[in-house]
Every structure is written in C-alpha cells, then in structure tokens.
Nanobody
C-alpha cells in the first residue's frame, strides 16, 4: 500500500501564494505518477496537475496553467504544488493522489491511492 499525507494548506488573500506538499510512504515504487485534485463545496473532485516520478512529465488543468507548478523530490518521495496568483475560485480541499498504471491520467478513477486532503481558502 501507499500512504499519502498532504500539508501546506491555509488561508490566503487573492493574489497570494501557497505551497502544498504531499509525502508518500510505503510501497511508493509501485506508483507511476502523482496528481493533485481539488474539491470545492457542492462540486465534484477535479483534476489540477500531475507529474511522473521517472522523467518529471507534467500536465495541468486549463484553469491553473501558468499559475500552479507541480514538482517532485524523488529522494524524499515528496510532491509539491506551488500555487501563485490565487483566486477565490481556487478555494477547495486539495487532495494528493498516486497512480500505479503507466500514462498520465486526468480522471479521479485513474488514481489508486489518496491522501486525506488539505483545505485551501482564498479570500477576496
């Protein structure tokens, strides 16, 4: 199994920045890529960004391109999400996820392991 623990959420004003971290433990070698998703109240969980462990390929949702950056530290089995120019509509619980199968995936069902989530609130 793989355990994921997110940290770094909080309250920030619009235009500000936050950096989320996701620490992976357990059988991390079975995972191909990591992803960040978010879920706002009353909405479905949505894809934010993903990155492969091996070569660092990334993909982003259109709504965060140019503002968010996903990165990784293989030695520490940690993935980061640097969020800048935050908007009130970025307010959500942010989840870290891990995928076992090869290939980038933008859907919730494509990921096998999930963290508990961290709240990000952007005030206007």
């Amino acid at each position: 199994q793989v355990q994921l623990v997110e940290s770094g959420g909080g309250l920030v004003q619009a235009g500000g920045s936050l950096r989320l971290s996701c620490a992976a433990s357990g059988r991390t070698f079975i995972t191909y890529c990591m992803g960040w998703f978010r879920q706002a109240p009353g909405k479905e969980r949505e894809f934010v960004a993903t990155i492969t462990w091996s070569d660092g390929r990334t993909a982003y949702a259109d709504s965060v391109k140019g503002r968010f950056t996903i990165s990784k530290n293989n030695a520490e089995n940690t993935v980061f999400l640097q969020m800048s120019s935050l908007k009130p509509e970025d307010t959500a619980v942010y989840y870290c996820a891990a995928r076992r199968l090869p290939g980038l995936d933008y859907g919730v069902k494509g990921y096998d392991y999930w963290g508990q989530g961290t709240q990000v609130t952007v005030s206007s």
